[in-house]
C-alpha cells in the first residue's frame, strides 16, 4: 500500500464543498425558477374569489365568527403558495394585498362594519402572508443565504 499523501485529504475536501456549493447554486436558481409574480397573483385571486363564496355563504348560515374572519387569508395564502411558489418578501405582499382586498369587499357589502372588526383585518393580512411562503428545505435556505452572500452570479 503506497503511503498516503498529506494533501489527499485537502483535495477531497476541495472537491466536497465546491460540489456542496454548486448543489446549493442549483438549488437556488431552482427556487428562483419557480417562483413567479404572476402565478402567485393568480393563486391569491382564485383563493379571494373562493374565500368570498366561502365568506357569502358562512355568513348566511351565521356560524362563528372567528372561523368567517380567518377563512379569507387562509385560502389566499394556500393558493398563492401551491400556485405561486413564493418565498420572497416582495412577492408576499401581493397576498397580503388580496387579503385586504378581501376584507374591504366584506366590510363595504356583505356584513355591516363594526370598529371591532378592525382587530381582525391585521391579523388576517399576516395569517395570507404566513401561509403563502412556501416552507424551504435546509439545502434551499444554505442556498438562500449563500445567495444573499453573494456567491452566486
Given at each position: 500500500?503506497?503511503p498516503?499523501?498529506e494533501?489527499?485529504g485537502?483535495?477531497?475536501?476541495?472537491?466536497?464543498?465546491?460540489?456542496k456549493?454548486?448543489m446549493?447554486?442549483?438549488a437556488y436558481h431552482?427556487?428562483?425558477?419557480?417562483?413567479s409574480?404572476?402565478?402567485?397573483?393568480?393563486?391569491?385571486?382564485?383563493?379571494?374569489?373562493?374565500?368570498?363564496i366561502g365568506?357569502?355563504?358562512?355568513a348566511?348560515a351565521d356560524?362563528?365568527m372567528?372561523?368567517?374572519?380567518?377563512?379569507?387569508?387562509?385560502?389566499?395564502?394556500?393558493?398563492?403558495?401551491?400556485?405561486?411558489?413564493?418565498?420572497?418578501w416582495?412577492?408576499?405582499?401581493?397576498p397580503?394585498?388580496s387579503?385586504?382586498?378581501v376584507?374591504l369587499?366584506?366590510f363595504?357589502?356583505?356584513l355591516?362594519f363594526q370598529?371591532?372588526d378592525?382587530?381582525?383585518?391585521p391579523?388576517?393580512?399576516?395569517?395570507a402572508?404566513?401561509?403563502?411562503?412556501?416552507?424551504?428545505?435546509?439545502l434551499e435556505?444554505?442556498?438562500l443565504?449563500?445567495?444573499r452572500?453573494?456567491?452566486?452570479?
Amino acid at each position: 500500500m503506497p503511503p498516503r499523501l498529506e494533501r489527499a485529504g485537502k483535495i477531497d475536501s476541495a472537491n466536497r464543498a465546491r460540489a456542496k456549493l454548486e448543489m446549493m447554486e442549483n438549488a437556488y436558481h431552482a427556487l428562483k425558477q419557480r417562483q413567479s409574480p404572476y402565478k402567485t397573483l393568480l393563486g391569491s385571486l382564485l383563493g379571494a374569489v373562493l374565500a368570498l363564496i366561502g365568506f357569502v355563504m358562512i355568513a348566511a348560515a351565521d356560524t362563528g365568527m372567528v372561523f368567517l374572519y380567518l377563512l379569507p387569508p387562509t385560502l389566499i395564502g394556500l393558493g398563492a403558495r401551491i400556485v405561486g411558489q413564493c418565498f420572497e418578501w416582495p412577492l408576499l405582499l401581493i397576498p397580503g394585498a388580496s387579503a385586504a382586498f378581501v376584507y374591504l369587499t366584506v366590510f363595504g357589502y356583505v356584513l355591516p362594519f363594526q370598529s371591532a372588526d378592525l382587530i381582525v383585518v391585521p391579523l388576517g393580512i399576516a395569517l395570507a402572508v404566513f401561509l403563502a411562503r412556501k416552507p424551504l428545505s435546509d439545502l434551499e435556505k444554505n442556498a438562500l443565504w449563500q445567495a444573499r452572500l453573494g456567491k452566486f452570479d
